[in-house]
């Protein structure tokens, strides 16, 4: 990592060619955080992306090595993109599922 890479906040709110955009660009370093996945769940379950742009989206996140968590040990985050980058493994994102991961994400920025 060079001194000169920026460094760029996921939010959540971005959407989703905007996020593939940013993971294109190999000067950007990306942080991603729970709060940042809670969002991007709920604009799933407000109908504002398909399970399928979740899917894709997490794939993305999953894979490139230039995303860092908030916390290098949280294993949190790394489990919820892996649960969602690969629905042939863990199943399908339904509304759900969806509600559980938000569940587990909040509760486990609480004091884990």
Known sequence: MTSDARFVI???????????EMLLDVDRHL?????ALVTLLRRYLEDHISAEGVVDLMEALEMNERVNVDTPRDVGINDVLFELANPEIN?????????SLIKTLSSKGDGG
Do not use: P, V, Y
Request: no cysteine; net charge positive.
């Open 10 to 20: 996921i939010s959540g709110q971005e959407s989703l060619s905007d996020l593939h």
């Open 91 to 99: 199943g399908d994102l339904t509304k759900a599922k969806a509600l």
């Open 31 to 35: 942080k991603l955080s729970r709060f």
